[in-house]
């Protein structure tokens, strides 16, 4: 009897143990069979274009300044032209990109264009203080007076007189500069590691080409004055002679005058192959609703085009002198040359490769079919320029500040 019981208990444990198995794998397959319904789901629900748009607050870098000889002798307390040369202010870029993602596909395929330009027009009128160049003379003069001997007198005068303008030292400049950047994208990628960094993150690897052309214009004048030695004012002589008072004089005056104008017109033109990754991370909420996501991204690229400048500029000084004496002036009066440099035109003309490295990094909020992206990007180009003007100076072209993008996502 107690065998019997322990056949019926072995059965019954055995049923138990089948109906639990039985029940672990429908419930297995149940769980599977509605993972696949939801990612069915969120397939259908995923659009398949994204359209972005955005704008970026760069500066684009100048190029570098003409710098003729006689800035050398202006005065030290002036501010060389040389700094409101090549300096470009910010700028607003725009840019616009479409991005493809089949269904049931990792596979992204995209096209971009970034386009911005900068345009300054910058004067600057330093000059010398006047007071910080009285007049020196030498002390005793020594004169022949009506009496027939020699009397001793000095000038008097440590200041320019009232409605006598001082012949004070300044640089007149004014500077001309224009840039213009066009770099178009095509690339395909896959989406390498989903959930890499966390739920719902991302890691995209894509390759392409990349297209890029940048143009310069620039103008610059200068007229300055260096070299200041004396003052138009008046002097006067001691002791009285026989007009029984002090006698006024005009001081002589001696300057430097100089002139410049240069301008150039710089391109390059370049396409290559490109490799980019960008990923990002959710901080916090979820896809189904919204969430906001950390995203970063370098990309790099070899360029090869065709680097073209043309470049002119002329310069002048001259030396202006006038003498005046005790009664008369002296006939000595005018401007003596110094040199003149006529125009000079150079053209160059060269095949370079450019290689081209960037990154960002950003936070964005993202909806199931919207994203709103803020962040900094930064692009270097190497030796993409020639800033040289009578000979080739290789120069690199950067763009990088805050930018600010909105996607749509279109289609199921």
């Known amino acids: 009897m107690s065998e019997l019981i322990q056949k019926n208990d072995n059965r019954a444990t055995i049923r138990w143990k089948l109906m639990a198995s039985v029940s672990a794998a429908a419930l297995i397959a149940s769980s599977m069979a509605a993972s696949e319904v939801l990612a069915a789901d969120s397939d259908v629900s995923r659009p398949l274009i994204w359209i972005e748009l955005g704008a970026q607050m760069e500066r684009a870098s100048g190029d570098g300044p003409f710098t003729p000889e006689f800035y050398g002798s202006l005065d030290p307390s002036l501010s060389s032209p040389n700094k409101i040369q090549g300096e470009l202010p910010w700028a607003l870029g725009q840019e616009a990109k ?3 993602q089949p269904q049931d596909s990792d596979w992204i395929f995209s096209a971009g264009i970034r386009y911005g330009r900068a345009k300054s027009k910058r004067s600057a009128q330093p000059q010398t203080n006047a007071a910080a160049h009285p007049f020196v003379y030498p002390s005793p003069h020594f004169y022949y007076s009506p009496g027939g001997a020699y009397q001793s007198y000095k000038w008097v005068c440590c200041k320019t007189v009232p409605g006598v303008p001082a012949k004070v030292g300044f640089a007149d400049t004014e500077s001309r500069h224009q840039e213009s950047h066009l770099i178009l994208d095509f690339q395909a990628g896959k989406d390498v590691g989903i959930g890499l960094f966390g739920r719902d993150s991302s ?14 214009r620039s103008e610059i004048d ?8 004396h ?3 008046f002097a006067y002589a001691y002791p009285a002679f026989a007009s029984g008072f002090p006698q006024k004089y005009n001081a002589a005056t001696k300057f430097r005058a100089y002139s410049l104008t240069a301008g150039s017109a710089r391109s390059f033109n370049g396409i290559g192959p490109s490799l980019s990754w960008d990923a990002s991370a959710t901080l916090a909420g979820n896809s189904d609703t919204s969430e906001l996501t ?3 991204g370098v990309n ?4 090869f085009g065709k680097q073209k400048t043309h470049t002119h500029h002329q310069s002048s000084g001259q030396q202006y002198y006038a003498k005046y ?5 002296h006939p000595g009066r005018g401007y003596l040359s110094l040199y003149n440099h006529p125009r000079v035109d150079h053209t160059r003309s060269r095949n370079v490769t450019v290689p081209n490295i960037g990154g960002m990094a950003g936070l964005s909020i993202k909806f199931p079919d919207a994203k709103i992206s803020i962040g900094y990007r930064a692009d270097y180009f190497f030796g993409a320029m020639d800033s040289g003007w009578d000979t080739r100076k290789s120069a690199n072209r950067s763009f990088m500040g805050p930018f600010a993008s909105i996607s749509v996502g279109l289609g199921d």
Not at 222 to 229: E, I, Q, S, T
């Open 300 to 303: 790099v690229a070899v360029l």
């Open 231 to 233: 003052y138009n004012g």
């Open 98 to 100: 479409i991005s493809l």
């Open 203 to 216: 890691s995209v690897v894509s390759a392409g080409v990349r297209f890029a052309q940048f143009t310069t």
């Open 222 to 229: 200068v007229k300055a004055r260096g070299d200041v030695l």
């Open 294 to 296: 950390l995203d970063w």
């Open 325 to 329: 004496g005790a009664y008369r002036p």
